[in-house]
């Protein structure tokens, strides 16, 4: 199995700063995309940004220029830097492992973290 363990929500002002981490733990081979999703009360779960391995990138409209994906494959961790915070962003942010290729395993999965709280407050 695979288990994602994030990191580094918290409670910040408008217009601060903030960094989430996710490492990806588990038997595993490979994986294709790694990202982060974000899910406001009464809304549902949108994409936030992600990169594939190859370190192709996609963000959210709502975030460009102020959050940058990162990731280190060695590690199987992914970063999310959000500079310039919003009160809009506040909202529980879910790490996602996209395409998880287990060793000794045919196929992929996918799986979730458990989500860190990000109260911006204005």
């Known amino acids: 199995q695979v288990q994602l363990v994030e990191s580094g929500g918290g409670l910040v002002q408008a217009g601060g700063s903030l960094r989430l981490s996710c490492k990806a733990s588990?038997?595993?081979?490979?994986?294709?995309?790694m990202g982060w999703y974000s899910q406001a009360p009464g809304k549902q779960r949108e994409l936030v940004a992600t990169?594939?391995?190859?370190?192709?990138?996609n963000y959210a409209d709502s975030v460009k220029g102020r959050f940058t994906i990162s990731r280190d494959n060695a590690r199987n961790t992914v970063y999310l830097q959000m500079n310039s915070l919003k009160p809009e962003d506040t909202a529980v942010y879910f790490c996602?492992?996209?395409?998880?290729?287990?060793?000794?395993?045919?196929?992929?999965?996918?799986?979730w973290g458990q989500g860190t709280q990000v109260t911006v407050s204005s």
């Open positions: 996602a492992a996209e395409g998880v290729v287990l060793r000794g395993f045919v196929g992929k999965s996918d799986y």
């Open positions: 588990g038997s595993i081979f490979s994986i294709n995309t």
């Open positions: 990169m594939s391995s190859d370190g192709r990138t």
